[in-house]
Nanobody, 123 residues
């Protein structure tokens, strides 16, 4: 089992920045990939970014490419999502995810989920 705990959400104005963190614990040596999804009110949960553990290759949704950066701290089994130039449409609950075997953009493929952290961008 892998446990994920997110932190770093909050309220920010348009154009501002936030950094989300996700600390993984448990059987972290089994992780193949980690990622972030988000869900806005009344909308489907959508892919934001992912990172492949073995080579730290990152993947981003088109809507965040160039504004968000996904990184990792190997020593602490923690990943970060640096979010810059935030827009009101980035408002959502952000979920950290992990999987032991795959890296995809589908929310159905990730085995482990955090509890979510709220990000609100005011206009």
């Amino acid at each position: 089992q892998v446990q994920l705990v997110e932190s770093g959400g909050g309220l920010v104005q348009t154009g501002g920045s936030l950094r989300l963190s996700c600390a993984a614990s448990g059987r972290t040596f089994t992780i193949y990939a980690m990622g972030w999804f988000r869900q806005a009110p009344g909308k489907e949960r959508e892919f934001v970014a992912a990172i492949r553990w073995r080579d730290s290759r990152t993947f981003y949704a088109d809507s965040v490419k160039g504004r968000f950066t996904f990184s990792r701290d190997n020593a602490n089994n923690t990943v970060y999502l640096q979010m810059n130039s935030l827009k009101p449409e980035d408002t959502a609950v952000y979920y950290c995810v992990a999987d032991r075997t795959t890296i995809t953009t589908s929310r159905y493929d990730y085995e482990y989920w955090g509890q979510g952290t709220q990000v609100t961008v005011s206009s």
